[in-house]
């Protein structure tokens, strides 16, 4: 079976300041990791996702999240953090295998960046 | 092209009574999911489907049914609605491969069993 964890139900931050939102992983072979985020009211809005090669990956509105294999861990990044950066982010994972297609969600993590 | 699509967007629904939630998507996209948002919970996976004519369990599949007869439309069934199935749904859709096959969501259907 797979799953995802985000271990951090709230982070806060100062505005300028680095985020950082966690999420480990576990999944039979190879992972696809992708990271959402909701506004309020909102549906699920796409940010970036990991499918091979380079460990970095840049998404939208300036986010970044690194792949770890040996951590199993897909942390989401920004240098610089927004107000407008507050929201509900989750972390998924689908299995790259032909014979699990289902898409897990971890059980969120709300960021708020005070001004 | 208007992406992912939910029928209704809110609704009201006595204990016991029965309701279809539509999803319908433009991106000839051959996954589809149901998913159910609970505060603290984040999302979970009610069922999927894989294309047309199939349908899978998710991890909450209990008291609901779904039917994916055409490709771009996957419908979740509620037959006897409880107050435990207040929630917000969400519809997503995804290719299997591709440059692109990350999951695009609907807006979400607020229901209410009361």
């Known amino acids: 079976a797979q799953s995802v964890a985000q271990p951090e139900d709230q982070v806060n931050v100062a505005e300028g300041n680095p985020l950082t939102v966690k999420c480990t992983y576990s999944v039979s072979g190879n992972p696809y990791l992708f990271w959402y985020v909701q506004y309020p009211n909102r549906g699920l809005q796409f940010l970036l996702k990991y499918i091979t090669g380079d460990n970095l990956v840049k998404g939208s509105y300036g986010f970044e999240a690194e792949f770890n294999k040996s951590q199993t861990s897909f942390h989401l990044k920004k240098p610089s953090a927004l107000v407008s950066d507050s929201a509900l982010y989750f972390c998924a994972v689908r299995a790259s295998t032909s014979d699990d297609y289902k898409l897990s969600f971890g059980a969120g993590t709300t960021v708020t960046v005070r001004a | 092209n208007a992406g992912v699509t939910q029928t209704p967007k809110f609704r009201v629904l006595k204990t016991g009574q029965s309701m279809t939630l539509l999803c319908a998507q433009d991106m000839n996209h051959e996954y589809m999911y149901w998913y159910r948002q609970d505060p603290g919970m984040g999302l979970r996976l009610i069922h999927y489907?894989?294309?047309?004519?199939?349908?899978a369990k998710g991890e909450v599949p209990d008291g609901y049914n779904v039917s994916r007869l055409k490709k771009q439309n996957f419908l979740l069934g509620l037959e006897s609605a409880a107050p435990s199935q207040t929630s917000v749904y969400f519809c997503?859709?995804?290719?299997?491969?591709?440059?692109?096959?990350?999951?695009?969501f609907g807006q979400g259907t607020r229901l209410t069993v009361v």
């Open positions: 489907s894989v294309g047309e004519g199939t349908t």
């Open positions: 997503a859709s995804s290719k299997y491969r591709g440059p692109i096959f990350e999951a695009f």
